[in-house]
């Protein structure tokens, strides 16, 4: 039998992963819009394009995730933690305060992201207490300029000064999606 896991000792391994942070997005048949933030967000598949993110099951929005045909995956960019913050707690209404347009897939578009993803709902899986939300990218918006990201590390926000420790070996798959224009 397996020892059991610690779950703060858990959760602070899992902390040690550094992460972006992402405003995932849904606008509902009702025309309602949802948003919830994110760092389990991965890039699965070039060919498809597919990304993933992990929905805890006890969210409030639970079936409104479930029942969602389209999301965007907004990627916040250093400063927005409010952003952030805002889509991490329970709120009447936080578009008021979060300037946002509408992409074509119907869904919000947060200002001042780093890049939104447009998805259509592709698969989902059971996950533990997670829901895996598989979406196809249909569209991609990438900011210009130079962008430094929001950043989550053991808890904390932070950003990414871009330090040079050198590219990875040019054969590996990383390489491949940096020159597919992914990286
Ligand atoms: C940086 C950060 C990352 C988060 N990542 C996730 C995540 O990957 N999956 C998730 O379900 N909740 C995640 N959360 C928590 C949700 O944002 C929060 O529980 C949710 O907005 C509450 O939704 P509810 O009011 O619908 O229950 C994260 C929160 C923060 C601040």
Not at 120 to 126: L, N, S
């Amino acid at each position: 039998m397996l020892p059991t896991l610690d779950p703060r000792t858990l959760r602070n391994a899992f902390g040690c992963y550094t992460t972006g942070v992402v405003v995932v997005t849904t606008t509902g048949a009702d025309g309602q819009k949802t948003g919830v933030t994110v760092n389990s967000f991965t890039s699965v598949s070039l060919d498809p394009p597919l990304v993933l993110f992990c929905l805890l099951n006890s969210a409030n929005a639970y079936r409104t995730w479930e029942q969602a045909t389209h999301f965007t995956m907004n990627i916040l960019a250093s400063g927005q933690q409010q952003v952030s913050n805002a889509f991490a707690r329970p709120s009447s209404n936080p578009w008021e305060a979060i300037g946002h347009t509408t992409g074509d897939n119907g869904c919000p578009l947060i200002d001042g992201a780093a890049a939104s993803l447009e998805c259509e709902r592709f698969q989902h899986f059971p996950g533990g207490d997670h829901l895996i939300l598989v979406g196809r990218v249909t569209a991609v918006r990438i900011a210009t300029g130079p962008m430094e990201p929001l950043a989550f590390h053991r808890g904390k926000y932070g950003t990414y000064w871009g330090v040079d420790f050198g590219a990875p070996p040019p054969d590996s798959s990383l390489s491949d999606m940096v020159m597919a224009g992914f990286g």
